[in-house]
């Protein structure tokens, strides 16, 4: 039985310590709360679900689902937030503009 495994040369030692890294959870779940307040429903909606989908997926260990889950919230959080952003305006536009008759 070798106790030492690094001192053979072999780089088992250096494969477990990668592979005990765990890459930090980005799920964006804030960016996405914020957005659920953007008029935009459907996309902010669909941009929670994959934010829980994303830290569900990193607490079974899964990182690979979980990066790109999060990645989808984090790219239809930015959508929601650009749509909400274009309605917004719209709506200012059009109630400042507006003459009454």
Not at 45 to 59: E, G, H, K, N
Not at 66 to 87: D, E, Q, T
């Amino acid at each position: 039985m070798n106790t030492k495994p690094w001192l053979d040369g072999s780089s088992d030692h250096l494969k477990n310590r990668e592979a005990q890294e765990i890459p930090p959870l980005r799920n964006y779940l804030c960016l996405t709360m914020f957005t659920c307040f953007c008029p935009a429903w459907p996309v902010n909606i669909v941009a929670l679900v994959f934010s829980v989908l994303a830290q569900r997926s990193y607490d079974e260990e899964d990182y690979d689902g979980s990066k790109r889950l999060g990645r989808k919230a984090l790219h239809l959080g930015i959508v929601s937030f650009a749509i909400g952003l274009v309605i917004v305006t719209a709506l200012t536009v059009v109630h400042f503009t507006a003459q009454v008759a």
